[in-house]
């Protein structure tokens, strides 16, 4: 078979006119193996991970190679640094259970001085995480 893109004699693979992940039932084998590699992980990757694609693949529950939808807003999910304040870190999870995003302040340690030059690892954390308290000074006691 002769690839439609590359033009070399190569065996065919089942490409997917339309991605798999945005429901393209679609197929042709008329794509080498390399070349259709290459464009699920360059152009149908960028179009089903698009956000708005992203969200109505959520929406309509659109597997795609995978074999798992998305999430709804899972691409804001995940750990990321606050603007300003690079060592501080927030943690976005979805709920499944109210629908929502929940952001939680990763706990954060840094030495401190004290007035009376007394040096102190200071820990903060989230209110809601209070439960992990002794979990997060005992990894803090292992570091210091
Ligand atoms: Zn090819």
Do not use: W
């Amino acid at each position: 078979m002769r690839c439609i893109f590359c033009l070399h004699e190569r065996p065919p693979s089942v490409e997917h006119v339309f991605p798999l992940a945005i429901g393209g039932r679609l197929t042709i084998g008329r794509v080498c193996k390399s070349c259709n590699s290459m464009l699920g992980s360059r152009v149908d990757a960028a179009l089903s991970d698009f956000l708005p694609i992203r969200q109505r693949r959520a929406e309509l529950r659109l597997a795609g190679n995978g074999q798992v939808s998305p999430l709804p807003f899972d691409m804001l999910l995940g750990v990321l640094t606050l603007a300003g304040q690079p060592e501080r870190r927030v943690e976005t999870k979805y709920a499944p259970t109210t629908g929502k995003l929940d952001h939680r302040l990763l706990h954060h340690a840094a030495n401190v001085v004290l007035p009376d030059g007394k040096k102190v690892r200071q820990i903060s954390i989230d209110a809601r995480n209070k439960d992990q308290i002794p979990k997060i000074i005992q990894r803090e006691r292992k570091r210091h």
